[in-house]
């Protein structure tokens, strides 16, 4: 099976940085995602890992560690729009199965 | 491309109807995902899909029953609704390993 945790909220400041953790037990490990999901709406795509290491896509970047189960997303130069939900996704060792762990509800205040 | 549809974007069922929430998509992803969503909650996984005729149970698959005939179409379907299938319904799809997964923009499902 697969377990997958992520704090439950968090609140930062305008301008601010914040490191979102995730780690997880999973049979096999093909890939994790990081996604935003906005109240009533779809989530969207932010990031991708497979090999240990930090991904940088602009304001956002994702860490990956395979060997402790454990990823981060960091977000920098925090904006209001940043307030949204963060969702951890982690792929089986087949590739098959897409899990989400609960989110994280990020507030970011002025 | 329209990316993924999911259809209707809204209903209200009645205790002990059923009902088909459909999902395409035109991408020819091979992966496809049904996803439920309680208030404040992250995402279940009810069923998905490797490849057309292939179909297996995620995490919460009570209640709900999939097929997969074709490469696009993903249908989920509701036989006896209850009101704990009251929930909002994501579809998403992915290519293969290593891409991202593309999501739908939900059926709000109320069952009363």
């Known amino acids: 099976g697969q377990n997958i945790d992520q704090p439950t909220e968090m609140t930062a400041t305008e301008g601010a940085i914040v490191q979102i953790n995730c780690t997880y037990q999973t049979s096999g490990f093909n890939g994790l995602f990081w996604y935003q999901q906005h109240a009533g709406e779809a989530p969207t795509f932010l990031s991708y890992?497979?090999?240990?290491g930090l991904e940088e896509k602009g304001r956002f970047s994702s860490f990956l560690s395979r060997s402790k189960g454990y990823s981060y997303l960091l977000l920098k130069e925090l904006q209001m729009k940043d307030s949204a939900s963060y969702l951890c996704?982690?792929?089986?060792?087949?590739?098959?199965?897409?899990?989400f762990g609960a989110g994280t509800i990020l507030r970011v205040k002025s | 491309n329209a990316g993924v549809t999911q259809t209707p974007k809204f209903r209200i069922l009645k205790i002990g109807q059923s009902m088909t929430l459909q999902c395409a998509q035109d991408?020819?992803?091979?992966?496809m995902y049904w996803y439920r969503q309680d208030p404040g909650m992250g995402l279940k996984l009810i069923y998905y899909s490797v490849g057309a005729g292939i179909t297996d149970k995620g995490e919460v698959p009570n209640g709900y029953n999939v097929s997969r005939s074709t490469t696009e179409d993903f249908p989920l379907r509701l036989e006896l609704a209850a009101p704990s299938q009251t929930s909002v319904y994501f579809c998403?799809?992915?290519?293969?390993?290593?891409?991202?997964?593309?999501f739908g923009q939900g059926t709000r499902l109320t069952v009363v």
């Open positions: 991408m020819n992803h091979n992966y």
């Open positions: 996704a982690v792929r089986d060792g087949g590739g098959n199965k897409l899990v």
């Open positions: 890992n497979v090999l240990d």
């Open positions: 998403a799809s992915l290519k293969g390993v290593g891409g991202e997964a593309f």
